[in-house]
Nanobody
């Protein structure tokens, strides 16, 4: 079974930083596309960042230059480094896996339970 378990969410002040982690089991991060999504209360789920099997990354315009997605293939962990956090970054953040090597913003079949990030 595929399991994605996020951690690292917290309450921080605007301008602060956080690093989210996603521990992956039953799925190989270095073979498939991985991503971070987020969902704020009353809003639709939004794609934040993707990373493909070759490590090529893509970001939502709202986080470019502030967030960095990366993965440790040896440990099978996905990360999201978030800097210069803003109140509008407040959301539940989800790790997601797509059963293809190439990345798109849809078609993710594997999801974690989420970790809450609150920026005030």
């Amino acid at each position: 079974d595929v399991q994605l378990v996020e951690s690292g969410g917290a309450s921080v002040q605007a301008g602060g930083s956080l690093r989210l982690s996603c521990a992956i089991s039953g799925y190989t991060a270095d073979t498939y596309c991985m991503a971070w999504f987020r969902q704020a209360p009353g809003k639709e789920r939004q794609g934040v960042a993707t990373i493909d099997h070759d490590g090529v990354t893509s970001y939502a315009d709202s986080v470019k230059g502030r967030f960095t997605i990366s993965k440790d293939n040896a440990k099978n962990i996905l990360y999201l480094e978030m800097n210069t956090l803003k109140p509008e970054d407040t959301a539940m953040y989800y790790c997601a896996g797509r059963g293809t090597a190439a990345c798109y913003w849809s078609g993710f079949g594997y999801w974690g339970q989420g970790t809450q990030v609150t920026v005030s």
